[in-house]
């Protein structure tokens, strides 16, 4: 219901490197002897099963992709890997939200309205510890609205418009 109710595109909250989630190889299931032993059946028993290719060594990577996880080695994740992902996203609604643009306006706005006017009617030594207290704040809070929520709030440019009106400060 997720993938039909939600947005048209989503974008994906990765859960880690290559590897990460749990691959067993064709060979072993193959040689599973039929009927399959109790202690097998649990290892697939209300799981989920995506077939394809999911090699991490360097040389044999075949349909593999650039992600934020790809490592200095030149790892990427699998394309089985990342349909996995979009679909743990799908089931357990974990897909990153972009905030909508009016409210990323709003902040931005608020930002630079809350950086002018602490700047201007309070004594420079007050305003500016001020200032770098509301830019650490916004910035703790956006984090945990993404660990937790999977929301995604701007940040370069709230950020970036405080320390702009604080640069702008003459100090004489």
Same mark, same amino acid.
């Given at each position: 219901?997720?993938?039909?109710?939600?947005?048209?595109?989503?974008?994906?909250?990765?859960?880690?490197?290559?590897?990460?989630?749990?691959?067993?190889?064709?060979?072993?299931?193959?040689?599973?002897?039929?009927?399959?032993?109790?202690?097998?059946?649990?290892?697939?028993?209300?799981?989920?099963?995506?077939?394809?290719?999911?090699?991490?060594?360097?040389?044999?990577?075949?349909?593999?992709?650039?992600?934020?996880?790809?490592?200095?080695?030149?790892?990427? @994740?699998?394309? /089985?890997?990342? #349909?996995?992902? =979009?679909?743990?996203? &799908?089931?357990?609604?974990?897909?990153? *939200?972009? +905030?909508?643009?009016?409210?990323? @306006?709003?902040? /931005?706005?608020? #930002?630079?309205? =809350?950086?002018?006017? &602490?700047?201007?009617?309070?004594?420079? *030594?007050? +305003?500016?510890?001020?200032?770098?207290?509301?830019?650490?704040?916004?910035?703790?809070? =956006?984090?945990?609205?993404?660990?937790?929520?999977?929301?995604?709030?701007?940040?370069?440019?709230?950020?970036?418009?405080?320390?702009?009106?604080?640069?702008?400060?003459?100090?004489?």
């Amino acid at each position: 219901v997720s993938a039909y109710a939600g947005e048209g595109s989503r974008m994906l909250n990765f859960m880690g490197p290559a590897g990460r989630i749990p691959a067993i190889g064709f060979d072993r299931v193959l040689a599973l002897p039929d009927p399959m032993p109790e202690s097998d059946r649990r290892q697939f028993r209300e799981k989920v099963v995506f077939i394809g290719y999911a090699e991490t060594s360097q040389a044999e990577q075949i349909e593999h992709f650039s992600t934020v996880f790809s490592s200095a080695d030149g790892v990427d @994740l699998s394309g /089985v890997e990342i #349909a996995a992902t =979009a679909f743990v996203n &799908l089931l357990e609604d974990s897909s990153i *939200r972009q +905030a909508p643009f009016w409210s990323s @306006l709003l902040i /931005v706005f608020v #930002a630079g309205l =809350a950086a002018t006017v &602490l700047c201007l009617l309070l004594n420079l *030594r007050i +305003a500016i510890p001020l200032a770098v207290a509301l830019a650490a704040g916004y910035l703790g809070l =956006a984090v945990h609205l993404f660990s937790t929520g999977h929301l995604w709030l701007p940040m370069v440019a709230p950020l970036f418009i405080i320390a702009v009106f604080l640069d702008k400060i003459n100090f004489t």
